[in-house]
């Protein structure tokens, strides 16, 4: 009797646990609900204040085309497209158009690498080089003479460790010179038409200089190609088929790639670049960036700057992280791993701005600088991309572009937060 009464009670214990866990999933949005009435939330009229700013932005020839993506609460309250796919050949830009993200490949990478740590697979505090040996002994640069290349180093005073890489503290720079040093060592400038694997990129960047020890500082760099690289030793998968397995095929992100299918290249959008003395956009003439997506080798996986994908694609992506992992009823990371990443993890490094271990983080420091909350994360591509995940507003915000550089003096990506938190009741 007494054993028929634990099992009973074990029973109704498990059957309230998994209840509750459930109820926590079902709570949150586990799909978009388009057309949805948004007036409890926003000032319609003020929220399609939108639509005329974009649009002056493209036919004022600031912008050759942006869609945008707001989500509360799940409801997808405004998602339009603007401008053009292809302004020469006068094809209109569509909301599932696919764009060069970039360095919003950086979050999608992150939170992959999480999953395994989930699973026991490392420590965040291990050196790289227990995994890549490469990275045994790393240097700081000392000196380095432009006119020759030449350059000396010291000795790193610490190990670089999977912490320092999350955290862009690792000392690995693509900046200035740095760049140069990187080049002439065969490390692709983000992408790639040759044919270069990750593990081989990675194998070169371990024999760069540092531009500090690792911790020292916030160095933005391409430390995050390395933990692609990571998980593909630690899976024994290539990095693709993972970021499929674990994220694309979950949340339904079917039109999320490194490397186009041939079906869905002509919804790639040009890649369009600005003269400035001209008042002109024209279509980008860099070999790299504007055709990597579909021509060349397709071998380099860059998980640091290399996916491409439609707005929506990534919409699912950022909800699953505002609802504390989960969305199309799939679970993909934990709650509590998440509230782990969203906690500030460089200090002072990055000024008033935080750094979490994926995406920045607004302090109370930062918000005389923003009209996002506190607790808001956001990060963005270099073709300027950009995403807003603000859980106190329960509300996320996407902006698409391609276009690079941009000099036009117009920060399309501030503009939208601030047209889209000014309709907030």
Known sequence: MHRILRISSFLLVFTFLACTQQSK????PQSFQYEADCTDAFYVERLNLIDSVYQSLVEDNYLPNAVVFVAHDGRVVYHKAFGWRNKEKAEPCRKDDIFRIASQTKAITAVALMTLWEEGRFQLDDPIKKYIPAFDHPQVLVTYDAATGAYTTRPANCDITIRHLLTHTSGLSYQGFF???AEKAGVPPLNSLDSITLAQMVERMATLPLAHDPGAAFTYSMNIDVLGRLIEILSGMPIDRFLQKRIFEPLQMNDTYFYLPSDKVERLVTLYAYDSEAHKLYPSEHPIYQFFPYKGAKMLM??????CGTIADYAKFCQMILNGGTFNHQRIIGRKTLEMMQRNAVGDMRGD???????DVFRPQYLHNTILSEGAMRWGGMFSTDYVIDPQEDMIVLFYTNIYPNTTGVNPKILLHNLVYQALK
Do not use: E, M, Q, Y
């Open 302 to 307: 860059s998980t640091g700057a290399g996916l």
């Open 179 to 181: 760049w140069d040093i």
């Open 353 to 359: 701005i935080g750094f979490g271990l994926a995406w």
């Open 25 to 28: 999933v079902d709570n949150k």
